[in-house]
């Protein structure tokens, strides 16, 4: 069932320093690149002790750092595209190759860990042109495959002109993966938005935390929320 949900964009809630770990304490890495044909690129990265801990991220201190090709990336960016669980962000414009290089300097040594992300590993996704209006409980396709089994779907309406907070309404995936629908939205202009996502295995780790790289491909396009009609 479509949910309304207000929604408060931070990324990271406590944490701790990377210079202040010992040696031996392994970091698990966590990567997220959203690629697109009409949004650009956009690169987030997570650090912590341990697996899955979004609430507990570790600042990259005292020289360690992470750069997404070749751009660093900025420590809690609280804007627009802040995404929960994430506490680095870069806008990459329209790269279609993402390789993160995370550098972490302890007290006896340097080290350094590369991953990729690549466009063509994720399906697209597109909105049709066509669509321009939403109507509760009517089923939305779109341009591309279904979802796969190992993929997931996000779907939201929003009304991005509200500054401080506003309401994400998501939508509900139908059971032959192919269309979503909306329920309880009221009327008005909304910015339509589908990911599709597909989570997989970081290659290169600070042995012996293994860590993920999650790829998206994502579509926005503002539509008009109308009344249903019986």
């Known amino acids: 069932m479509m949910?309304?949900?207000l929604v408060f964009?931070?990324?990271g809630c406590s944490g701790e320093n990377s210079e202040d770990l010992p040696d031996n304490v392994s970091v698990y890495q966590k990567y997220l690149v959203a690629f697109s044909d009409s949004q650009p690129t956009l690169a987030y990265a997570h650090f912590s002790r341990e697996k899955d801990t979004?609430?507990?991220?570790i600042r990259l201190t005292g020289g360690s750092s992470v750069k997404a090709n070749g751009k660093d990336m900025e420590f809690n960016t609280l804007d627009r595209n802040a995404i929960f669980g994430y506490s680095y962000?870069?806008?990459l414009g329209k790269d279609e190759t993402v390789s993160f290089a995370f550098q972490r300097t302890q007290q006896k040594e340097t080290r350094m860990w590369v991953n990729?992300?690549?466009?063509?590993w994720i399906n697209p996704i597109h909105i049709p042109s066509t669509r321009t209006t939403v109507t509760n409980q009517e089923m939305i396709g779109w341009t591309g495959e279904k979802i796969a089994a190992n993929e997931e779907l996000e779907a939201t309406l929003d009304n991005p002109n509200h500054q401080e907070e506003y309401t994400v309404y998501y939508g509900t995936l139908n059971k032959s993966r192919d269309g979503v629908s909306f329920d309880k939205v009221p009327k008005g202009k909304y910015m339509l938005t589908l990911k599709r996502s597909i989570k997989l295995e970081t290659k290169d780790n600070d042995t012996p935390a293994k860590g993920e790289?999650?790829?998206v491909f994502y579509d926005k396009k503002e539509v008009i929320v109308e009344e249903q009609t019986e």
Request: hydrophobic share 50%; charged share 20%.
């Open 9 to 11: 964009f931070t990324a």
């Open 3 to 5: 949910y309304g949900l």
């Open 213 to 215: 790289i999650v790829l």
């Open 54 to 57: 979004p609430l507990k991220d």
């Open 89 to 91: 962000f870069v806008s």
């Open 116 to 120: 990729y992300a690549y466009k063509e």
